[in-house]
């Protein structure tokens, strides 16, 4: 997260715009100078002080979502890599899966990361995803494409009745380029 795209937006030119039209009021009402300097000054500082704030949340959430996705993916291939002395393509193609509860549905978020040095052209991936019993919940055919070397992404959100506690995945098809 760069502190500098908080505060250095296109969205603060929604700020400048208000402040505009707060100047442009105040000139209209016949306000003394000293008072349509003061009242424009307030209002821009106002103005871009909220729209630093909600960008610096959205821009929080967003980073929080990507150290979370970053973090599960490493936990997968630490897993993959103790598991295995040598390491194919495809088990550097990791996936992971993430869930969650939000008012009642059970949201899992299905994350792809490319640990190899090779780019994956495309792939075709089968992913099925089992409750706490063992029960398949769902499965799903995932089309994957353009995945640079250590590039990282959310690849799904998949809506379900019961929490997800186990995923399975085979990679059915998958071209790489050098």
């Known amino acids: ?12 030119s929604i700020a400048l715009v208000l402040t505009v039209v707060a ?11 000293k008072t349509i300097l003061s009242g424009t000054l307030k209002a ?5 002080a909220i729209t630093v704030f909600v ?12 150290q979370h ?9 630490e897993t993959i890599q103790q598991q295995k002395s040598k390491l194919s393509t495809a088990d550097q193609l990791v996936i992971a899966v993430s869930s969650g509860n939000d008012d ?19 792939g075709k991936l089968n992913l099925m995803l ?12 995932i089309e994957v494409t353009d995945l640079k070397p250590g590039e990282r992404r959310k690849l799904k959100r998949i809506y379900t009745d019961d929490k997800i506690e186990q995923f399975r995945y085979r990679w059915m098809t998958y071209k790489t380029a050098s």
């Open 55 to 66: 960008n610096g949340v959205i821009q929080y959430e967003s980073f929080s979502a990507e």
């Open 1 to 12: 997260m760069n502190i500098t795209s908080i505060f250095i937006t296109p969205w603060a």
């Open 44 to 48: 821009f500082l106002s103005f871009y």
């Open 104 to 122: 009642g549905d059970y949201i899992s978020e299905v994350y792809v990361g490319n640990y190899s040095q090779q780019h994956l052209a495309s």
């Open 130 to 141: 089992y409750n706490k019993d063992g029960n398949k919940v769902i499965s799903e055919t």
């Open 69 to 77: 996705m970053n973090e599960i993916l490493d936990r997968q291939f």
């Open 23 to 33: 100047a442009v009021s105040l000139i209209l009402g016949k306000y003394d100078r």
